[in-house]
């Protein structure tokens, strides 16, 4: 068990795949000797530990570079029960210490070439650069902002790669007039519906197009996810052109799980094209509560936030991810996804930040059965001074029957269905399920209306898109 890392299980690291220098061998030796006691070092050739209060974000079985997942809590990791989520207790030890300002940093994704090498290189070079001699000095003189300084001056260079330029700042998007109607209707201060229709599970889209056109007009943007709970259905990509060719304003989901970086990039810009313009990044549920044989679990090539920052400079600066110019960039409206009830208020709030930060325009949040809840989660994000730079869909879903309130309590990560409600649905008769569950997406709907920061709600109907215009209708916002 590792000293700085309390709980955390001895896990072989990465190996090099090319053979290395004898110095650099040495290196990599001496350095997995002394952090893999301490820290449970997987030698990802990229570390993180000062960013990180000390604690390896690597445990994280979803490669989570940036923060923790929408499933994240204090009890357990969603993707292996069998032990906590490893940054809950990154944000508990950084706010303990005062460090949480540096979780705000966007961090690169791994650069492959370094797993399973040393990082203790980089710092030596980047030492050298600076003066080593200056830089000791440095470290023994009493002024603690030259001291800070020249740490920076020697480690920001290693974390932040010369292609990411990572910082954390926010940056307004480089453009003015909206790119999709979803946007204009945001800008304009209309409170607004987006709507979810599922994509088919085959390669029929019969009922696709009459989904589409039963909602087009009442909503300003149709949403489609990307393998919702990793199960496969038809593309995100597929629905959202069908969506466009139907005069609809599609939301394209892109879960980083199922996405490299260059397929990141090729994607988006066919996707911008066939006149898609809204892009929602996810992480994407992990393979665990997927359909079984369960696929790779293991790293993912990005996360969601380092697929905002990606695109947010594809957008505003025309580069590709290596730098290179791109003649016409896309026209993108970035979204994100919001999860107010995971972990703590406080710890998703710094969250919600680094998202925006990274280029995150408008939140979708989880499921929302818990009003007060929702209240505090705003509450926070206002503390950070962050909701006039990010426009905040509620997310609603009528629970059709018992068991599903029931499942989505106990199995769907980052969603709490307050007892009252489950206690409701235990009272009542099975045939009146569905009628108690537009009561109650109604109710909730009506008591969050008006809360401070809140611009609209985003309905989730999961396949049952006929009761979509009656909710509509009846919570008055036809
Ligand atoms: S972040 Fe990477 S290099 Fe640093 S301790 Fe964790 S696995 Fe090792």
């Known amino acids: 068990m590792s000293l700085f890392t309390p709980g955390r299980r001895w896990q072989p690291p990465f190996f090099p795949f090319k053979k290395e220098p004898f110095r650099k061998r040495v290196l990599r030796k001496i350095e997995r000797w002394i952090k893999g006691p301490l820290f449970g070092c997987r030698m990802c050739g990229n570390c993180l530990l000062q960013e990180t209060a000390f604690v390896c974000p690597m445990e994280c079985p979803k490669g989570m570079r940036?923060?923790?997942?929408?499933?994240?809590?204090?009890?357990?990791?969603?993707?292996?029960?069998?032990?906590?989520?490893?940054?809950?207790?990154?944000?508990?030890?950084?706010?303990?210490?005062?460090?949480?300002?540096?979780?705000?940093?966007?961090?690169?994704?791994?650069?492959?070439?370094?797993?399973?090498?040393?990082?203790?290189?980089?710092?030596?070079?980047?030492?050298?650069?600076?003066?080593s001699g200056s830089f000791i000095k440095d470290r023994f003189s009493s002024n603690r902002e030259k001291k800070s300084q020249s740490w920076e001056a020697v480690f920001q260079p290693v974390r932040?790669?010369?292609?990411?330029?990572?910082?954390?700042?926010?940056?307004?998007?480089?453009?003015?007039?909206?790119?999709?109607?979803?946007?204009?209707?945001?800008?304009s201060g209309k409170f607004v519906i987006t709507a979810e229709v599922s994509p088919p599970l085959s390669t029929a889209t019969g009922k696709l197009k009459r989904d589409i056109a039963m909602v087009k007009e009442l909503v300003a943007a149709i949403n489609f996810t990307d393998s919702a709970s990793a199960s496969p259905r038809m593309s995100?990509?597929?629905?959202?052109?069908?969506?466009?060719?139907?005069?609809a304003d599609p939301v394209l989901q892109i879960a980083a799980r199922d996405k490299t970086r260059s397929g990141l990039q090729s994607d988006i810009m066919g996707a911008n094209v066939m006149g898609?313009?809204?892009?929602?990044?996810?992480?994407?549920?992990?393979?665990?509560?997927?359909?079984?044989?369960?696929?790779?679990t293991n790293i993912l090539d990005m996360d969601a936030i380092q697929m905002l920052w990606i695109l947010r400079r594809m957008r505003d600066e025309g580069i590709y991810l290596d730098g290179r110019k791109m003649k016409s960039p896309p026209e993108l409206f970035l979204g994100a996804a919001a999860s107010p009830f995971a972990s703590e208020p406080r710890f998703q709030a710094l969250r919600e930040e680094k998202k925006i930060n990274a280029g995150a325009q408008f939140f979708q949040t989880n499921l929302i059965y818990d009003p007060k809840g929702l209240e505090l989660w705003l509450e926070e994000l206002d503390k950070r001074n962050i909701l006039d730079k990010v426009y905040i869909l509620a997310g609603v879903t009528p629970i059709r029957s018992n068991r599903m309130a029931q499942y989505l309590?106990?199995?769907?990560?980052?969603?709490?269905?307050?007892?009252?409600?489950?206690?409701?649905?235990?009272?009542?008769?099975?045939?009146?399920?569905?009628?108690?569950?537009?009561?109650?997406?109604?109710?909730?709907?009506?008591?969050?209306?008006?809360?401070?920061?809140?611009?609209?709600?985003?309905?989730?109907?999961?396949?049952?898109?006929a009761i979509v215009p009656r909710i509509i209708s009846e919570a008055g916002l036809s």
């Open 66 to 131: 940036n923060g923790p997942c929408g499933g994240s809590t204090p009890e357990r990791c969603y993707v292996d029960e069998t032990r906590p989520c490893i940054w809950y207790k990154i944000y508990d030890r950084s706010f303990k210490m005062g460090r949480e300002h540096m979780l705000l940093e966007v961090l690169p994704p791994l650069d492959w070439d370094k797993v399973g090498t040393e990082t203790w290189g980089d710092v030596i070079r980047s030492m050298r650069k600076f003066g």
């Open 160 to 187: 932040q790669p010369s292609w990411w330029k990572g910082d954390s700042l926010y940056h307004p998007p480089a453009y003015e007039d909206p790119f999709s109607k979803l946007e204009r209707e945001l800008k």
């Open 236 to 247: 995100s990509m597929a629905c959202s052109k069908i969506a466009a060719e139907l005069g």
């Open 276 to 296: 898609v313009h809204n892009v929602l990044c996810i992480t994407g549920d992990n393979a665990r509560i997927g359909p079984t044989p369960t696929s790779n």
């Open 409 to 465: 309590h106990h199995n769907i990560p980052g969603v709490r269905v307050p007892q009252a409600i489950l206690d409701r649905f235990e009272a009542s008769r099975e045939d009146d399920y569905e009628e108690l569950g537009v009561e109650i997406a109604l109710e909730i709907m009506e008591q969050i209306k008006g809360l401070q920061g809140l611009n609209g709600f985003h309905l989730m109907s999961v396949g049952w898109e």
